[in-house]
Antibody, heavy 113, light 107 residues
């Protein structure tokens, strides 16, 4: 059974940084591509980023240059580094396997002064 | 970027009704399309992958069809637990993009 457990969310001031983690079990991050998706309050789902097992990464235009996706094959963990945070980055962040076949429960990031 | 135009934004229906939700892509996406159900406070759940393949464990009343620039999700007979929000996601080209969502409400 695939399990994805996010952590690292919280309240952060605009301009700040945060690192989200997603502990993966049941599959290996070295085998599957992994994604991050977010949902801002009252809004729809927004794809954020994907990382492939070969290391290729892709980002939504809204986060390109500010967010960095990575994975650790030893600890089987997916990460999302969030920098230069803006109020509009406030959202629940979900990690997902591949093209969102399996999802974690999400972690809330609130950007506010 | 590929824009996914999902329609309708909302619909009202009754238990037992047949409903169809459509996503139109601004460019061809082949069959690189998934459909998701999202209940408030929970993680989204993929219903359909590759435009028409039913995810394991998902009831057969859900079906997907289409490819290219138009795909549809059909619920053949709405059940009480189906009155939530649905999204499509194209993963044919970057950036991947979701439709705006369709909220299915009880009439």
């Amino acid at each position: 059974e695939v399990q994805l457990v996010e952590s690292g969310g919280g309240l952060i001031q605009p301009g700040g940084s945060l690192r989200l983690s997603c502990a993966v079990s049941g599959i290996s991050v070295s085998t599957y591509h992994m994604s991050w998706v977010r949902q801002a309050p009252g809004k729809g789902l927004e794809w954020v980023s994907v990382i492939y097992s070969g290391g290729s990464t892709y980002y939504a235009d809204s986060v390109k240059g500010r967010f960095t996706i990575s994975s650790d094959t030893v600890t089987n963990t997916l990460y999302l580094e969030l920098n230069s945070l803006r109020v509009e980055d406030t959202a629940v962040y979900y990690c997902a396997r591949g093209a969102a076949g399996d999802w974690g429960q999400g972690t809330l990031v609130t950007v506010s002064s | 970027d590929i824009q996914m135009t999902q329609s309708p934004p909302s619909l009202s229906a009754s238990v037992g009704d047949r409903v169809t939700i459509t996503c139109r892509a601004s460019q061809g996406i082949r069959n690189a399309l998934g459909w998701f159900q999202h209940k408030p406070g929970t993680a989204p759940n993929r219903l359909i992958y590759n435009a028409s393949s039913l995810q394991s464990g998902v009831p057969s009343r859900f079906s997907g069809s289409g490819s290219g620039t138009e795909v549809t999700l059909t619920i053949s007979s709405l059940q009480p637990e189906d009155f939530v929000t649905y999204y499509c996601l194209q993963h044919n080209s970057y950036p991947w993009t979701f439709g705006q969502g369709t909220k299915v409400e009880i009439k």
